[in-house]
């Protein structure tokens, strides 16, 4: 594997680690300190509200993407 090539699979796994952290609705997530529910009710933002920007977020970008490759 190239360097590039473990670059772009590092991202992509740190990718499915963020994406696993914020959309955890388990009750640990709930319940520690550094839960994504947690932190969201300690500074006001609805966890689900959040969630639903961010799928929104991702599917403008995957469009813009997209397009970008159809050139």
């Known amino acids: 594997m190239t ?10 796994t740190r990718g499915r680690e963020a994406m696993t952290y914020l959309f ?3 009750k640990e997530s ?4 550094f839960g994504f529910n ?5 500074i ?3 966890p689900v509200r959040f ?3 961010i799928r929104a977020l991702r599917k403008e970008n995957i469009q813009a993407i997209k397009e970008q490759a159809k050139g």
């Open 3 to 12: 360097g590039v090539e473990q670059r772009i699979a590092g991202t992509l």
């Open 24 to 26: 955890d609705d388990s």
């Open 30 to 33: 709930d319940n520690y300190v």
């Open 38 to 42: 947690f932190i969201c009710r300690y």
């Open 44 to 46: 006001g933002i609805d």
């Open 51 to 53: 969630r639903k920007a």
